[in-house]
């Protein structure tokens, strides 16, 4: 089993940063895509940036020239800057991952619990 644990959200002005982080730890033969997605209140789960294992980035229209996904490979990790933050981007940022176990091989993808962002005027 794959988890994963998100850390670095907050309470932020509108024009500040913040910069999200999330492990995952278990048993896990590769990660091929990692990534950050949101969900405000009463609203859809929407996708923020993603990143596969070879490089290739996908940002949603909102968050482009202001977020920057990045993954450190070695460590499992995945990180998300986020700059010239909004109060529409405030809400719960997930991490997800997806890839193959350790053991079996077997497919995989894991959610972590989410971290709060908030953006005030």
């Known amino acids: 089993q794959v988890h994963l644990v998100e850390s670095g959200g907050g309470l932020v002005q509108d024009g500040g940063s913040l910069r999200l982080s999330c492990e995952a730890s278990g048993s896990v033969y590769n990660i091929e895509n990692m990534g950050w997605y949101r969900q405000a209140p009463g609203k859809e789960r929407e996708l923020v940036a993603t990143?596969?294992?070879?490089?290739?980035?996908n940002y949603a229209d909102s968050v482009k020239d202001r977020f920057t996904i990045s993954r450190d490979n070695a460590k499992s990790t995945v990180f998300l800057q986020m700059n010239s933050l909004k109060p529409e981007d405030t809400a719960v940022y997930l991490c997800?991952?997806?890839?193959?176990?350790?053991?079996?091989?077997?497919?995989?993808?894991?959610w972590g619990q989410g971290t709060q962002v908030t953006v005030f005027l």
């Open positions: 997800n991952a997806d890839g193959r176990s350790g053991w079996s091989r077997a497919p995989f993808t894991s």
């Open positions: 990143k596969t294992n070879d490089g290739t980035t």
